[in-house]
């Protein structure tokens, strides 16, 4: 009897997480959510506003974790939610700004409005000696500048942590108990204040994924039966056709079935240049359509297009946490109550062994608990790590969390792929040869180019094309042939102006008295030894078995443009070794290594044969793997950072690697390493800048006597620094 389970069945659920929480209490929400069976893997961020679970379907539904998240005391709802009704920009008129201050959304910034302006008006009243309205404003200033605080200290209590809210509020009511209001008020303004501050800066990297929704139409032109209509995106099944007008944003993914135009794919894969696309090619919802008129059939359906996928990838990465935010996390509510019992024994032994009054000794203390409290240290890392990601993923290259950006960073050796990845993955023609001593030929060597296309016309092998392509790059004249004949893994022979053209290489020819080989072999011998295939184009005669050469045409998988500088760069950059991994052969591959400039080239690889080499490499530092995500799968699963190239509508590519480029364009991977050590080193500065504010803050506190107001104006002023140096990543450029 077999008792075993059918294979687990994943899903995967996004939620958008809210509330006043703090990280401590999203560990705490992640390991609530683990101990359910079935559930694979949890990632809360309240700062992020992200709960993402992996999950078996087949023991556990969606509602049954959105329920576990609520019973947590958790504000969650599906992310599919706030993609539908994508947030605008930020208003451009006087009552748009009007409407969004006032909005229920923006009701932290109104509460800590509020708290300003009873304080002023509490500070006032003090001066001119109404102490009850003076105590009421300061009550009223006290409501306001602490209503949020007590929600998310109280929360985090009820989960057994406690976090710097709770801090804050203590301080503040401490401050008010030895007869210091207005220092208590302030207090509680500057920190509501800043956490406007930190919020708005948080949703500067969130308006990244809120910009890729607002690029996906909401209807399509559907085409039925010769007639349009304006329809949902929803209600359009894959098979569908749609019209795509001039100026238009593509909808939906499909495939060009009639028609050809430009399209601006920026938005979707970072590329600077419109690409042309014709009938066959594909098109990529929120991609422009530039000029022509099209027909599309729809590939994907909404859930399943390029952009959606790319919005929830975006949304993934920023519940996923760097391994330095992670230790912060945790660190937090630990450091949290020693700031708590540190400032007891400040409170205790002054005044029991030292003889200091209660008042003194109570001022000091609390302002020693503002000074000391972590809320620089808990927002550096993610506001550098979100801003990071949210630049990446405006240039088409999405992280897939704060870990694989933090890795990116420590890159030290990276192997690229050979063919579509370091080479353009297609053959091209690099060179054609005619025979001297034939006239037409040797008088206009383009009529080798012609007649071989001519023959190749109506070949679909990727080397017939090529030549076809570049004798059309050349407005070649050249008409179908006749009497085509296609000889499997050889070449092909037809009828060209009453010529009788052979085209292949030299198994084709076997059997036949060759005539003006000898004269050529030089230049065919030099061609493959630089890794080319070449083909000859002869005049044959079938009677008399003869085979008069007219010329050579060499062919080759061109490298990018691009590979020289890029590797070049990528050495600027600390990147100690540049390998290329490959299973072409030996001599074609050491070419391509040559010209690219890589340290060391591997050919003739098969799959187990790649993954062995990058780990054999680790030893010299962590490696990156570049592929185009399909072959290259399991090498870049084993390699420290995997990077897949060309991704855009490649489901094996977003799901294998670490970094995904939604185009072909080498230059993005220095672009890559660049910004997440960038990102490294903001993080790096901002522990810095924090960790110091903090210890220059506690010795004033504890041995200049540092008033509190100038405490709290330090403490909050260093969490808006460190913020504001985090969100300078979103505008990182190279």
């Known amino acids: 009897m077999n008792d075993l389970l059918p294979p687990v069945e994943l899903d995967k659920l996004l939620m958008r997480l809210k509330g006043h929480a703090c990280e401590a209490c999203a560990l705490k929400l992640e390991r609530r959510i683990l101990k359910k069976e079935g559930v694979q893997n949890a990632s809360a961020s309240f700062v992020g506003q992200i709960l993402k679970v992996s999950y078996d379907k087949r023991t556990l539904s969606s509602d049954s974790i959105l329920d576990e998240a609520k019973r947590f005391g958790a504000e969650v709802h599906p992310i599919e939610e706030d993609l539908k009704k994508a947030k605008s920009a930020l208003p451009k008129t006087i009552w748009g700004w009007i409407q969004w201050i006032f909005s229920q959304?923006?009701?932290?910034?109104?509460?800590?409005?509020?708290?300003?302006?009873?304080?002023?008006?509490?500070?006032?009243?003090?001066?001119?000696?109404?102490?009850?309205?003076?105590?009421?404003?300061?009550?009223?200033?006290?409501?306001?500048?602490?209503?949020?605080?007590?929600?998310?200290?109280?929360?985090?209590?009820?989960?057994?942590?406690?976090?710097?809210?709770?801090?804050?509020v203590l301080a503040a009511l401490g401050a008010a108990y030895i007869g210091a209001p207005f220092e208590g008020a302030m207090l509680l303004f500057l920190?509501?204040?800043?956490?406007?501050?930190?919020?708005?800066?948080?949703?500067?990297?969130?308006?990244?994924?809120?910009?890729?929704?607002?690029?996906?139409?909401?209807?399509?032109?559907?085409?039925?039966?010769?007639?349009?209509?304006?329809?949902?995106?929803?209600?359009?099944?894959?098979?569908?056709?749609?019209?795509?007008?001039?100026?238009?944003?593509?909808?939906?993914?499909?495939?060009?079935?009639?028609?050809?135009?430009?399209?601006?794919?920026?938005?979707?894969?970072?590329?600077s240049m419109p690409v042309f696309k014709q009938v066959g090619d594909s098109v990529f919802a929120g991609t422009i359509n530039q000029n022509g008129s099209l027909e599309i059939e729809v590939t994907k359906g909404v859930e399943n297009s390029t952009i959606s996928k790319l919005i929830r990838m975006v949304e993934e990465a920023q519940s996923e946490k760097a391994q330095t935010q992670r230790f912060l996390e945790h660190a937090e509510q630990y450091y949290a109550m020693g700031v708590i019992l540190f400032t007891i024994g400040l409170i205790l032994i002054p005044i029991f062994f030292l003889g200091e009054s209660f008042s003194t000794a109570f001022y000091r203390a609390m302002t020693v608990m503002v000074v000391a409290s972590p809320c620089a240290l808990v927002i550096s890392t993610p506001a550098s790590i979100l801003s990071a990601i949210a630049n990446g993923?405006?240039?088409?290259?999405?992280?897939?969390?704060?870990?694989?950006?933090?890795?990116?960073?420590?890159?030290?050796?990276?192997?690229?792929?050979?063919?579509?990845?370091?080479?353009?993955?297609?053959?091209?023609?690099?060179?054609?040869?005619?025979?001297?001593?034939?006239?037409?030929?040797?008088?206009?060597p383009l009529e080798v180019l012609r007649f071989a296309a001519s023959v190749e016309l109506k070949s679909e092998h990727p080397l017939a094309q090529a030549i076809v392509t570049r004798a059309k790059n050349f407005q070649l004249q050249f008409q179908s042939p006749a009497q085509f004949q296609s000889v499997p893994g050889k070449g092909a022979k037809a009828l060209v102006e009453g010529r009788q053209i052979a085209v292949g290489g030299a198994r084709l020819f076997s059997g036949y008295e060759l005539q003006g080989f000898d004269l050529l072999k030089p230049v065919l011998e030099e061609w493959e030894s630089e890794g080319k295939t070449v083909v000859h184009?002869?005049?044959?005669?079938?009677?008399?078995?003869?085979?008069?050469?007219?010329?050579?045409?060499?062919?080759?998988?061109?490298?990018?443009?691009?590979?020289?500088?890029v590797i070049q760069e990528l050495r600027r950059l600390g990147v100690q070794r540049?390998?290329?991994?490959?299973?072409?052969?030996?001599?074609?591959?050491?070419?391509?290594?040559?010209?690219?400039?890589?340290?060391?080239?591997?050919?003739?690889?098969?799959?187990?044969?790649?993954?062995?080499?990058?780990?054999?490499?680790?030893?010299?530092?962590?490696?990156?793997?570049?592929?185009?995500?399909?072959?290259?799968?399991?090498?870049?699963s084993t390699a420290d950072v995997g990077i897949a190239m060309g991704a855009a509508g490649s489901d094996?590519?977003?799901?294998?690697?670490?970094?995904?480029?939604?185009?072909?364009?080498?230059?993005?991977?220095?672009?890559?390493?660049?910004?997440?050590?960038?990102?490294?080193?903001?993080?790096?500065?901002?522990?810095?800048?924090?960790?110091?504010?903090?210890?220059?803050?506690?010795v004033s506190a504890l041995g200049l006597h540092l008033p509190l107001t100038i405490g709290v104006i330090g403490h909050e002023g260093s969490t808006v620094i460190v913020c504001l140096n985090g969100l300078r990543l979103l505008r990182y450029g190279r």
Not at 222 to 247: A, C, D, F, N, W
Not at 418 to 428: D, F, I, M, S, Y
Not at 538 to 559: F, M, P, Q, R, Y
Request: no cysteine; net charge negative; proline share 3%.
């Open 191 to 271: 920190f509501s204040f800043s956490n406007v501050l930190q919020d708005f800066a948080m949703d500067r990297t969130r308006s990244a994924i809120d910009a890729l929704a607002r690029l996906r139409p909401t209807e399509a032109l559907l085409l039925e039966k010769g007639q349009t209509r304006l329809e949902s995106i929803e209600k359009i099944k894959p098979g569908s056709m749609i019209v795509i007008r001039p100026g238009d944003r593509v909808p939906l993914d499909g495939i060009v079935r009639e028609g050809e135009s430009t399209f601006d794919q920026a938005s979707v894969t970072g590329e």
């Open 578 to 636: 540049v390998l290329m991994l490959t299973g072409d052969n030996a001599r074609s591959a050491q070419y391509i290594g040559k010209l690219a400039g890589v340290d060391e080239v591997f050919s003739q690889l098969l799959p187990e044969d790649k993954m062995r080499i990058l780990q054999e490499h680790r030893k010299f530092g962590s490696v990156a793997m570049v592929g185009d995500g399909v072959n290259d799968a399991p090498a870049l």
């Open 537 to 565: 184009l002869t005049e044959i005669d079938e009677s008399a078995k003869k085979a008069v050469l007219l010329g050579l045409i060499a062919l080759s998988d061109t490298l990018r443009p691009e590979a020289v500088t």
């Open 652 to 698: 094996v590519a977003l799901e294998s690697a670490d970094v995904v480029l939604m185009s072909n364009d080498l230059r993005k991977i220095p672009h890559i390493l660049a910004l997440s050590r960038q990102a490294q080193r903001v993080v790096f500065q901002n522990l810095g800048f924090a960790s110091f504010v903090i210890a220059v803050l506690v």
């Open 393 to 444: 993923a405006r240039s088409g290259i999405l992280f897939k969390g704060g870990a694989q950006l933090e890795r990116a960073a420590q890159v030290k050796i990276l192997a690229f792929d050979k063919t579509g990845t370091l080479t353009e993955g297609k053959p091209q023609v690099t060179d054609w040869l005619a025979n001297p001593e034939i006239a037409l030929f040797a008088k206009n």
């Open 105 to 168: 959304e923006r009701r932290e910034m109104q509460f800590a409005a509020l708290t300003f302006l009873f304080m002023i008006l509490g500070w006032g009243l003090e001066k001119f000696e109404h102490d009850l309205l003076s105590q009421f404003s300061y009550t009223a200033a006290f409501f306001f500048g602490g209503y949020f605080g007590v929600i998310a200290g109280s929360q985090s209590l009820r989960h057994g942590t406690v976090d710097v809210d709770l801090l804050m």
